[in-house]
């Protein structure tokens, strides 16, 4: 039997996000992570209003018993009495409301009440800006209120007074904003400046560890983590790797703090949101606090160093012996975390606050679930409606993302405004175990063995549920089947099993935790385990008869397209990437050193193994290569590369993002399908932005005069560099050539920059990374195949563009034209 193992590696250079970079501070993070259409959208949503935005999720995890609950308690200045583990998959919320100018956390009993409250006060805010607004402007009155009208607050018990004339409207938009104003004013609900708070709201998970994945459900990449530790059994490998595992979690929800962004463009580590704080509990069971952090710190030391950048600060506290001065440090510490948050006081848009005065309306009466067209309704009836279904969905996407509702895109049928009701509809699958003594007649083996529920047993399952849950059967179901939460190596082993059957190993089928063994063909005589080990994921190909290097290549292939997938697009993983290495055969998953550079060693040479202590002679299974040239080429092959890979990745994407900005068909253009000349030629069919001077025959883009910058100068300098390099005889660039070369793209690139407004990184940033990589013979090798592809097409391209070029400008000056043609031809 042969194996062979190569690594896949997570790291944190940062992917391209899917969404444009976007300067304006109005706009929050997730919305930036999202498409130029929705982008849009929220920009003109903002132009109906907007009030500043001031909510702080705070999300405590850690294992059972650690003390989570009673840290809630002291956070909130109450007393221990009484205090009960939250249970299963129960998820405790509670809110308070913070003091921007002192920093006090005020409780409030009735969360429900608090959330319209705080909804009110946003909305009258809004109205009064826009009373002042309209003051200034003479023949606008949308409401009057004269020097004998008021609104007064009665600050001992909380309710508002009011004198207000009405006057005919005219408009109906005055008519709903005055209902507005004096729905919230008749409202039993306490008015105060909202300026001067900030609302908190707490989610306390329960630490059962069957739970922790569908309590992912509920996470969100707005929340301040704070991780929980026992320092009394700090010792325990459970302990730490339920540590570990938080912090691998959150890691995945990454993104780079706006704040210290420029610390990463330094060179310097920077931080990433969203941010955790450690708490090391049971700090009374040691007399000495300095061995209390060297315990809570030798969990923090080991985690990835990845992890580690979402880390603040860590806090050594006792629930039951500290005073109240350890718990006030930690709220203030909460708070000023909070304060330096990308999201805090961005613009949000008045008619989203009324579209969740409206959810909350729901709530209030009993409603933990709406459909979607029951959404559209609430949308409707707001003073500022919303009744595009885009808009619709891009308020629940956000709502989603900040952890108000939970809404998928794939199944928008439902809106479930309750996360306890989900978390209860999760707990009846996950612990179904439960009603085997109430339904032995039904077969339970095959659910024990794989996870797998038959539908009959789900039927029944359901039909001891609530009401709601059994209407709503589908749509739970539906959650439970397209949710998996962005942890890695979850989603590769479902990607896995989508392509290969599960292999049975000493009588078991082959799925386990974090590990998997696949079937590759029908014969069994082939098969390839999936195993997470600290922050790797482990890839083994097991073949009983003769090595077939293309098995090999075609699961690889499999495993990176699936990462690729879930990383780039399914969960736009900002901070997570992967490289590819490799380690001993007959390696151990759990020695996690020791692994080697593809191409660092050639096929058949001997190599030093850390886990062994000796040497193995490399068998090249994976690339299918039998011998590999030097890795050295030189600097002019080099410099060729690089051009290469700048016109292949960079002009091609220039074009790409032009094309499909100025096309109005509508037409879907396939990316990958779509070389440079093909571009061009459908650009050219748009009959815009001609060169300053024409299409001519140009031999090299230096002819082009620094001058002619108009798109469509610039887009044949794309065509001309490329033909450059496609042409290329000897594959190299000397130095000079080279950097005559980058200045012209650079300035290209920035122009490029301000007019297509890309997605992600910047086109000179994309440029400025290709010049800083490190090339080997491979590289080289695989730029002169593609480069050296199709290289005659151009040729025809430039006569096809003529001729259209032609007949479009025979329509409106003739003659200039014929001429012209004839000297092209010449």
């Not at 909202?194 to 908190?200: F, H, I, K, T, V």
Request: hydrophobic content about 35%; proline content about 3%.
């Amino acid at each position: 039997m042969s194996k062979t193992s190569p690594e896949v590696t997570p790291d944190t250079h940062l992917q391209e996000p899917a969404a444009p970079v976007v300067e304006d501070s109005k706009i929050p993070e997730q919305i930036k992570k999202m498409d130029h259409e929705s982008i849009a959208i929220y920009l003109n949503a903002l132009e109906s209003g907007s009030e500043r935005r001031r909510d702080i999720n705070l999300i405590i995890v850690g294992k059972k018993s650690v003390g989570k609950t009673s840290l809630v308690r002291r956070l909130f200045g109450e007393e221990l009495q009484s205090v009960k583990s939250t249970n299963g998959i129960e998820i405790h919320r509670r809110r308070c409301r913070i003091n921007l100018s002192n920093w006090e956390w005020n409780k409030v009993l009735d969360t429900r009440l608090v959330k319209e409250t705080s909804i009110n006060n946003r909305i009258l805010q809004s109205i009064v800006k826009e009373l002042h607004q309209d003051k200034e402007k003479p023949k606008h009155d949308i409401l009057e209120i004269s020097s004998s009208d008021q609104i007064s607050t009665d600050d001992n018990k909380g309710t508002i007074t009011k004198n207000i004339e009405h006057d005919e409207r005219t408009s109906t938009q005055k008519n709903e904003l005055s209902d507005e104003l004096l729905s919230i004013i008749g409202s039993a609900v306490d008015l105060q400046d909202e300026d001067g708070y900030a609302n908190l709201t707490v989610w306390d998970f329960a630490g059962d560890i069957e739970y922790y994945n569908t309590h992912q459900t509920f996470l969100n990449s707005e929340a301040i983590f704070l991780v929980v530790a026992n320092l009394h059994d700090i010792d325990d490998t459970v302990s730490y790797g339920t540590f570990n595992f938080w912090m691998d979690t959150i890691h995945c929800y990454g993104s780079i703090n706006d704040k210290t962004e420029a610390v990463l463009l330094e060179g310097a580590h920077n931080l990433l949101d969203p941010p955790v704080i450690a708490i090391g509990t049971h700090k009374d069971k040691f007399q000495d606090e300095e061995q209390c952090r060297k315990r809570l710190e030798s969990y923090t030391d080991k985690i990835f160093k990845d992890s580690k950048l979402h880390l603040r600060s860590i806090h050594l506290i006792s629930n039951t012996e500290d005073e109240e001065d350890a718990f006030g440090k930690l709220r203030n510490d909460i708070f000023a975390t909070a304060k330096s948050s990308a999201n805090w006081n961005r613009e949000y848009p008045v008619k989203f606050i009324q579209m969740e005065k409206a959810i909350n309306s729901e709530l209030t009466i009993g409603k933990q679930i709406i459909s979607f067209e029951r959404l559209k309704e609430l949308g409707e009836k707001i003073p500022l409606p919303i009744t595009d279904n885009k808009e619709l969905h891009l308020f629940l996407r956000y709502q989603h993302e900040i952890g108000n509702v939970i809404f998928f895109e794939d199944i928008p049928s439902y809106i479930i405004l309750d996360p306890q009701w989900l978390a209860n509809a999760f707990t009846c699958i996950v612990t179904a175990q439960q009603f085997q003594l109430e339904l032995p007649h039904l077969q339970w083996d095959n659910f024990k063995k794989t996870g797998k529920m038959d539908p009959k047993l789900l039927e029944e399952i359901f039909k001891k549920q609530s009401a709601d849950m059994r209407i709503h059967k589908e749509h739970i179901l539906e959650v439970i089947e397209n949710f998996l939460p962005p942890y890695l190596i979850s989603n590769l082993i479902v990607s896995c099993l989508r392509e290969y059957p599960l292999a049975v190993v000493k009588g078991e089928i082959g799925l386990f935790k974090d590990c998997c063994v696949f079937n590759i063909d029908r014969t069994g005589c082939a098969k390839f385990v999936l195993a997470k080990s600290s922050h790797m994921i482990q890839l083994q190909v097991w073949q009983w008869d003769e090595v077939d290097t293309e098995v090999n290549q075609a699961v690889l292939k499999v495993v990176e397209r699936e990462i690729n997938r879930i990383i780039n697009t399914r969960y736009k993983l900002k901070t997570v990437s992967f490289e590819k290495k490799w380690k001993c055969e007959t390696t151990s998953f759990s020695f996690d050193t020791g692994f080697l550079e593809f191409d660092q060693v050639n096929d058949g040479k001997n190599y030093y193994c850390e886990e062994h202590a000796t040497t193995h002679k490399y068998k090249d299974y994976w690339s299918g290569e039998k011998s590999k040239a030097s890795r050295r080429i030189s600097s002019d092959q080099q410099n060729y590369v690089r051009m290469s890979m700048i016109v292949l990745e960079v002009l091609s994407g220039v074009l790409y993002d032009r094309l499909y900005i100025d096309t109005k068909t509508g037409e879907i253009l396939d990316r990958d399908k779509l070389d440079i000349t093909e571009m061009c030629k459908k650009y050219c069919a748009l009959k815009i932005n001609f060169p300053s001077k024409g299409f001519r025959k140009i031999e090299k883009v230096d002819e082009i005069s620094t001058i002619e910058d108009t798109i469509g100068d610039d887009i044949q300098r794309i065509r001309v560099i490329r033909n450059e390099m496609q042409h290329s005889s000897v594959f190299a660039l000397d130095d000079t050539r080279y950097q005559t070369l980058i200045t012209i793209v650079h300035d290209m690139l920035t122009r490029f920059d301000q007019r297509n407004n890309p997605a992600g990184e910047s086109y000179v940033k994309r440029l400025d990374e290709i010049r800083k990589m490190e090339l080997e013979t491979r590289s080289f090798e695989e730029i002169k195949e593609r480069m050296k592809a199709g290289n005659l097409s151009d040729i025809f391209f430039m006569f096809e563009v003529q001729e259209q070029i032609l007949n479009l400008e025979r329509q409106i000056t003739p003659r200039p034209n014929r001429n012209r043609w004839k000297r092209v031809q010449q």
